[in-house]
């Protein structure tokens, strides 16, 4: 069973950075896609960046893509930690951030968030000016 522990949220000012990071476990040998998501209040849940592994490629959120990094550490095992590096953060980067991965035999990782079936908890980041 795949289990995701995220981390790293915080409150930070306007313009700063933020690395988050999730750890994760469970993982077989097959493809898989794992990705952040974010929800504010009353918004739906929205897909930042997205990797896949083994054989490393990296999908971005057009809404995102010039201020995120998304990477992870171990692209094999059963193990990882992916981290998602926010920069030149905004006001309404405000939400609460997800990790969330699935197995994906072929084509490319998506941000639809009912392609998902782990998911972590959650961590909080809060931008103020």
């Known amino acids: 069973q795949v289990q995701l522990v995220e981390s790293g949220g915080g409150s930070v000012q306007t313009g700063g950075s933020l690395r988050l990071s999730c750890a994760a476990s469970?993982?077989?040998?097959?493809?898989?896609?794992e990705a952040w998501f974010r929800q504010a209040p009353g918004k739906e849940r929205e897909g930042l960046a997205a990797?896949?592994?083994?054989?490393?490629?990296?999908?971005?959120?057009d809404s995102v893509k010039d201020r995120v990094t998304i990477s992870l550490d171990d692209a094999v095992n059963a193990k990882n930690t992916v981290y998602l590096q926010i920069n030149n953060l905004k006001a309404e980067d405000t939400a609460l951030y997800y990790c969330?991965?699935?197995?994906?035999?072929?084509?490319?990782?998506?941000?639809?968030?009912?392609?998902?079936?782990?998911w972590g908890q959650g961590t909080q980041v809060t931008v103020s000016s």
């Open positions: 969330a991965a699935a197995y994906r035999d072929w084509g490319p990782c998506t941000f639809q968030p009912n392609e998902y079936n782990a």
């Open positions: 990797i896949s592994s083994p054989g490393v490629s990296t999908y971005y959120a």
């Open positions: 469970g993982f077989g040998v097959a493809r898989k896609c």
